[in-house]
């Protein structure tokens, strides 16, 4: 069996489904059939989907699971918020003040290290 494709090889449209069968009953249904938001993605965006909830959509997990840095798994998760079809609203990058000041709360043993690698990263 093979995975359904959700755009067209052609033109990159987006594909309609016209016939549904079920093997066990041979019930046969035509007519026309979105496949959902899901089909727009392309097979790695599917992986990382899984691997995004298999990781509870904890980001730093999804992180050391597929071994690539918190930015680049925060824009392969906004790439594929975007195929979906939804808007993602861009984060202004930190302020060198702002991570200056998260720092020194470092040094100061105001906050953890982990609290720090949180704020740096923005989560």
């Known amino acids: 069996m ?3 494709l959700g755009r ?3 033109c990159s449209q987006d594909l309609t489904v016209t016939r549904l069968h079920c093997r066990h009953c041979d019930l046969t249904l035509e ?3 979105a496949l959902g938001r899901f089909a727009r993605l392309t ?3 599917l992986q990382f989907v899984e691997t995004f909830v298999r990781c509870e959509g904890k980001l730093n997990r999804v992180q ?3 071994g690539l840095s918190y930015p680049t798994v925060r824009s392969r998760l906004h790439d594929v918020i ?3 079809g939804y808007p993602v609203e861009e984060e202004a990058p ?3 003040e702002e991570r200056k000041q998260i720092l020194e709360k470092l ?3 105001a906050i953890s290290s982990d609290e720090a690698i949180q704020l740096l990263q923005g989560s």
């Open 43 to 45: 097979r790695e965006q």
């Open 2 to 4: 093979y995975d359904v």
């Open 82 to 84: 975007r195929a979906l």
């Open 8 to 10: 067209c090889p052609l």
């Open 64 to 66: 050391e699971e597929v």
């Open 107 to 109: 040094a100061q043993g």
């Open 31 to 33: 007519g026309h059939f």
């Open 94 to 96: 930190m302020l060198p």
